[in-house]
């Protein structure tokens, strides 16, 4: 069955560092990957999505590049800042038409020291 | 700003009340979704509807019901709560095709 795997936290840096959090799945066909940001105490948030091979998402300054070969979708960012701290979560959805269900990884939380 | 809204944002209840957690979206969203938070922040799909009188238990079982007598509207319901429904529960829609879900901000239910 389809699934998503992403790299165990917390990931502790300290500001400016280079970020990344590495996400890789399992799906048939051509699914859509996706990032999801979630702040304390709030719901879950788009971050960027890609939708066939080779695509990069972008917002924010992060980053993402559908790797098909390797089946692989991890998360970038040049300089992270106290403000990223939060869990981030990787995503795909597939079935006909992109109709399927989004079935997520289990987070990763980022922690940005000053 | 968010078009999805669920309430309350918090709640604290005592062990066998019933009780109803509300999400309504202003989208037109055919697809809802109910997921439940557990501490470790992994998210578990409890229930979803493609559509009006649609619903469907999804993959992790969980002793709430849910009803869509309304395209806009779909809570969620516990008849007895107990310790063991603590949790953050998250409501989704989607309009389908390639784009991800839109997410309420959550209701974060405690049971003592």
């Known amino acids: 069955g389809n699934s998503v795997t992403q790299m165990e936290g917390p990931v502790t840096l300290s500001e400016e560092a280079f970020l990344t959090i590495n996400c890789t799945y399992t799906?048939?066909?051509?699914?859509?990957l996706f990032w999801y940001v979630q702040y304390p105490g709030e719901g879950l948030q788009l971050l960027l999505k890609?939708?066939?091979?080779?695509d990069k998402g972008s917002n924010k300054g992060f980053e993402a590049t559908y790797r098909k070969e390797t089946t692989s979708f991890h998360l970038e960012k040049g300089s992270v800042q106290v403000s990223d701290s939060a869990v981030y979560f990787c995503?795909?959805?597939?079935?006909?038409?992109?109709?399927?269900?989004?079935?997520f990884g289990q987070g990763t939380t980022l922690q940005v020291k000053p | 700003e968010a078009d999805i809204y669920q309430t309350p944002r918090y709640l604290v209840i005592g062990t066998g009340k019933k009780i109803t957690l509300e999400c309504s979206q202003t989208m037109g969203h055919d697809k809802m979704y109910w997921y439940q938070q557990d501490p470790g922040m992994e998210l578990h799909l409890i229930h979803y509807s493609y559509g009006v009188n649609s619903t469907e238990k999804g993959d992790l079982s969980s002793e709430s019901t849910v009803s869509r007598i309304r395209t806009e509207h779909f809570p969620l319901t516990l008849e007895s709560a107990r310790p063991s429904h603590t949790s953050q529960y998250l409501c989704?829609?989607?309009?389908?095709?390639?784009?991800?879900?839109?997410f309420g901000s959550g209701t974060r239910l405690t049971v003592v």
């Open positions: 890609a939708t066939k091979a080779d």
């Open positions: 799906a048939t066909g051509y699914p859509s």
């Open positions: 995503a795909l959805r597939s079935g006909s038409g992109n109709t399927g269900k989004l079935i």
């Open positions: 989704a829609s989607t309009s389908g095709g390639p784009g991800g879900y839109t």
